[in-house]
C-alpha cells in the first residue's frame, strides 16, 4: 500500500483547492462587511448632519427634547439593522465554512475507508478483528462529530431566536418611550 506521485499531487491539489474555497469566502465575507460599514458610515454622517439641523432650528427647549426623543427611534432601528447585518453575515460565512469542512471530513472518511479495505485485502490473516476495530471507531467518531454538529447548530437556532426577541423588545421599547416624550411635549 504505497502512496504514488499521482496520488500525492491529487492530494496537493485537493488541499490548494480547498484553502482557496475557504480564503474565497472569507475575503467575500470581509468584503460584505467592508461594504456595510461603508455604507453605515456614510448614513450615520448623513443623519448626523440632518439631525444637528433639525436640533438647530428648534425654537424652543419644549421643541428640542421632541426632537431628540423623535431622533432616538430611527437610531436605534439602524443600529439594529446593522447589527442584524453583521450577524446574517457572520452566520453566512459560518455555514458556507461548514459545509466546506463536512465536504472535507467526507471525503476525508471515504479516502481512509478506502485505505481500510485495501489494507485488509492485503493484510495477513486473524487481521480482520482489528480492521472491525478501526472502522468501529471511525464511525464512533463520526457519529460523535454528527451529534457535536446538530447540537451546535441548536445552539445557533437558540441563540439567533433570542437575539431577535431582545432586539424587538428594544425596538418595542425606544419606540414607547418616543411615544411617551412626544405625548408629554
Known amino acids: 500500500m504505497f502512496v504514488t506521485p499521482e496520488q500525492f499531487a491529487a492530494t ?8 482557496l474555497s475557504v480564503a474565497n469566502a472569507a475575503f467575500a465575507s470581509a468584503e460584505r ?3 456595510l460599514n461603508l455604507n453605515t458610515a456614510r448614513a450615520v454622517l448623513e443623519d448626523g448632519v440632518a439631525n444637528a439641523k ?15 426623543s423623535a431622533m432616538a427611534q430611527p437610531m436605534v432601528e439602524k443600529a439594529v439593522a446593522y447589527s442584524r447585518n453583521v450577524y446574517e453575515i457572520a452566520t453566512q460565512t459560518q455555514e458556507e465554512l461548514s459545509k466546506m469542512v463536512e465536504a472535507q471530513l467526507t471525503e476525508a ?9 485495501k489494507a485488509a485485502k492485503s493484510a495477513p490473516a486473524g487481521s480482520d478483528v482489528a480492521v472491525a476495530a478501526v472502522k468501529q471507531a471511525i464511525a464512533a467518531a463520526n457519529s ?10 441548536q445552539v445557533a437556532e437558540i441563540a439567533e431566536a433570542n437575539v431577535t426577541a431582545a432586539t ?3 425596538v418595542k421599547a425606544v419606540g414607547t418611550t418616543a411615544a ?6
Open 144 to 153: 460523535a462529530y454528527d451529534s457535536m454538529t446538530k447540537a451546535a447548530k
Open 54 to 68: 433639525s436640533l438647530m432650528g428648534a425654537k424652543d427647549v419644549q421643541e428640542l427634547v421632541a426632537l431628540q
Open 12 to 19: 496537493g491539489k485537493a488541499n490548494v483547492e480547498s484553502l
Open 168 to 170: 424587538n423588545a428594544t
Open 180 to 185: 411617551k416624550s412626544k405625548k408629554a411635549a
Open 33 to 35: 462587511l467592508t461594504a
Open 109 to 117: 472518511n471515504k479516502n481512509v475507508a478506502e485505505a481500510l479495505d
